[in-house]
């Protein structure tokens, strides 16, 4: 089984940036699509960024322009550059696969947006 550990969250003022790191037990990032999810107080899981195998990457619109997804298969690790943070963006982040029978859910990491 793949374990999955987020990292980089933390308390961060409106208009700030952080950087989130996956890392992944094994080498998944070349094999599948891989996604970032968020979970806010009171809402369901939602799939904030993508990207595929090949590079190719997609947003949700409420970060398109603002977020980046990247990978580097050679570390195992995935990350997803969060900048102009907005207190709507307060979540806790996930990894996991974009498609197909998930992993098991890391324990993610918080990210507080607030002045």
């Known amino acids: 089984q793949v374990q999955l550990v987020e990292s980089g969250g933390g308390l961060v003022q409106p208009g700030g940036s952080l950087r989130l790191s996956c890392v992944a037990s094994?080498?998944?990032?070349?094999?599948?699509?891989m996604g970032w999810y968020r979970q806010a107080p009171g809402k369901q899981r939602e799939l904030v960024a993508s990207i595929t195998t090949g590079g190719s990457t997609d947003y949700a619109d409420s970060v398109k322009g603002r977020f980046t997804i990247s990978r580097d298969n050679a570390k195992n690790t995935m990350y997803l550059q969060m900048n102009s943070l907005k207190p709507e963006d307060t979540a806790v982040y996930y990894c996991?696969?974009?498609?197909?029978?998930?992993?098991?859910w890391g324990q993610g990491t918080l990210v507080t947006v607030s002045s």
């Open positions: 996991n696969r974009r498609w197909g029978a998930l992993y098991a």
């Open positions: 094994r080498n998944i990032f070349s094999t599948y699509s």
